[in-house]
């Protein structure tokens, strides 16, 4: 494969007003768009949802109403929630096609695959659909993103692997070894599959970088480069990674992140190793001191995924990112709320960490408020 690229996510653009996603800053993100051209760069990526649903017209105005359609890339997603049966996936790519003012689109992804909208894009049989979408011309790859664990991901690629061209996976050198993101394990299962792969979160929304003054220290005693330099790096060296997406706020970070691909060099081992070390200190500054073993699950009367709350709160407490909280309403529709827990008290006989479960669990639902 080719050196991957950076590809422009249009899902953090600049804001006018912080507290409304809608309100993109046309002329910031006016200058990103032909800076980011100018440097020789042509990938974009956005979503039906993005920005209040306006992340799509913003392209059009600031893209596609002003170059050629042969001069860049654009990968659009269904969004698999909204599906409700096999018609919809129509209805809505008509849609996205519109907004954007495109007929076709380089890119096709089911969106957010995982344990609960697995079920809707099977129900609205929206694999055959993007399948028909590629042979019928609107879209030149077809694929999936993807949020869940390893078994889901091997069993969709095992029922829908000649399908499916290219996985937008979560990458980063801190969820490489992550219990709940397993980037390395899935990683792995599209090397087997033979699957291209394009990268979310390279920095976990911007927010790797926002670590402790420690381990900033650790960063800056290794290397003259930035954390956001090597996080980019560490994904753009992995195999089969195509594509390495970043969710630019600024043209500062644009200009940064330009830099990286231009004078693109692999990590090395020896990063590899640092950034690994760094994946673990920076782990230490969690909050709930979880080894992820399960063991809590199995007796649990009320269903509630006890471990996978503990990683989202972590995750929450520093880095304050929209799809934690997603994630957790999303598991606590299909499971339980963390609130649901009735005190019984038989994980905290089985828990390998001795951990105050029911305590903590009413610290997970204080947080995310249910
Ligand atoms: S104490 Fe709460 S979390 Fe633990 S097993 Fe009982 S209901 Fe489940
Ligand atoms: S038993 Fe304890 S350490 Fe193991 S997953 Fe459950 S809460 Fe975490």
């Given at each position: 494969?080719?050196?991957?690229?950076?590809?422009f996510?249009?899902?953090?653009?600049?804001?006018?007003?912080?507290?409304?996603?809608?309100?993109?800053?046309?002329?910031?993100?006016?200058?990103?768009?032909?800076?980011?051209?100018?440097?020789?760069?042509?990938?974009?990526?956005?979503?039906?949802?993005?920005?209040?649903?306006?992340?799509?017209?913003?392209?059009?105005?600031?893209?596609?109403?002003?170059?050629?359609?042969?001069?860049?890339?654009?990968?659009?997603?269904?969004?698999?929630?909204?599906?409700?049966?096999?018609?919809?996936?129509?209805?809505?790519?008509?849609?996205?096609?519109?907004?954007?003012?495109?007929?076709?689109?380089?890119?096709?992804?089911?969106?957010?695959?995982?344990?609960?909208?697995?079920?809707?894009?099977?129900?609205?049989?929206?694999?055959?659909?993007?399948?028909?979408a590629?042979?019928?011309?609107?879209?030149?790859?077809?694929?999936?993103?993807?949020?869940?664990?390893?078994?889901?991901?091997?069993?969709v690629?095992?029922?829908?692997?000649?399908?499916?061209?290219?996985?937008?996976?979560?990458?980063?050198f801190?969820?490489?070894?992550?219990?709940?993101?397993?980037?390395?394990?899935?990683?792995s299962?599209?090397?087997?599959?033979?699957?291209?792969?394009?990268?979310?979160?390279?920095?976990?929304?911007?927010?790797?970088?926002?670590?402790?003054?420690d381990?900033?220290?650790?960063?800056?005693?290794?290397?003259?480069?930035?954390?956001?330099?090597?996080?980019?790096?560490?994904?753009?060296?992995?195999?089969?990674?195509?594509?390495?997406l970043?969710?630019?706020?600024?043209?500062?970070?644009?200009?940064?992140?330009?830099?990286?691909?231009?004078?693109?060099?692999?990590?090395?081992?020896?990063?590899?190793?640092f950034?690994?070390?760094m994946?673990?200190?920076?782990?230490?500054?969690?909050?709930?001191?979880?080894?992820?073993?399960?063991?809590?699950?199995?007796?649990?009367?009320?269903?509630?995924?006890?471990?996978d709350?503990?990683?989202?709160?972590?995750?929450?407490?520093?880095?304050?990112?929209?799809?934690?909280?997603?994630?957790?309403?999303?598991?606590?529709?299909?499971?339980?709320?963390?609130?649901?827990?009735?005190?019984?008290?038989?994980?905290?006989?089985?828990?390998?960490?001795?951990?105050?479960?029911?305590?903590?669990?009413?610290?997970?639902?204080?947080?995310?408020?249910?």
């Open positions: 494969m080719t050196q991957a690229t950076l590809g996510g249009a899902m953090r653009l600049p804001q006018t007003d912080d507290s409304n996603p809608a309100s993109i800053d046309m002329e910031e993100f006016t200058r990103m768009v032909v800076y980011y051209m100018e440097q020789g760069f042509n990938y974009f990526d956005t979503s039906y949802a993005y920005h209040g649903e306006k992340s799509e017209g913003a392209l059009k105005k600031v893209l596609v109403e002003r170059y050629p359609r042969e001069s860049y890339q654009i990968a659009n997603k269904i969004p698999t929630w909204l599906l409700r049966d096999e018609k919809d996936n129509d209805k809505l790519v008509d849609v996205m096609l519109e907004r954007l003012g495109i007929e076709y689109f380089d890119v096709l992804f089911i969106h957010n695959i995982n344990k609960a909208l697995i079920n809707l894009a099977e129900m609205a049989n929206s694999f055959e659909y993007i399948k028909k590629k042979e019928e011309g609107k879209a030149l790859k077809v694929g999936i993103s993807f949020h869940e664990k390893e078994e889901l991901f091997e069993e690629l095992e029922k829908y692997g000649d399908v499916i061209d290219v996985a937008l996976i979560q990458l980063n801190m969820d490489w070894h992550d219990q709940r993101i397993q980037s390395k394990k899935i990683h299962l599209c090397v087997k599959y033979g699957i291209e792969i394009q990268v979310m979160e390279p920095i976990k929304g911007g927010t790797l970088i926002n670590v402790t003054d381990i900033k220290k650790q960063f800056e005693d290794y290397s003259d480069d930035s954390i956001a330099d090597l996080a980019l790096r560490f994904a753009a060296s992995q195999e089969n990674v195509t594509v390495v970043s969710g630019m706020s600024n043209l500062e970070q644009m200009k940064e992140n330009c830099e990286t691909f231009k004078n693109f060099e692999k990590i090395t081992p020896q990063d590899h190793k950034l690994m070390k994946a673990r200190e920076i782990k230490k500054t969690l909050a709930i001191d979880c080894s992820f073993c399960n063991y809590c699950l199995k007796d649990c009367e009320m269903n509630i995924p006890i471990p709350f503990f990683n989202l709160y972590n995750s929450e407490k520093l880095y304050h990112l929209e799809s934690n909280v997603d994630l957790y309403n999303t598991s606590a529709k299909v499971y339980a709320p963390a609130s649901a827990c009735s005190e019984c008290g038989k994980c905290v006989e089985i828990c390998t960490q001795q951990l105050d479960i029911p305590a903590l669990l009413k610290d997970v639902a204080e947080l995310f408020g249910r």
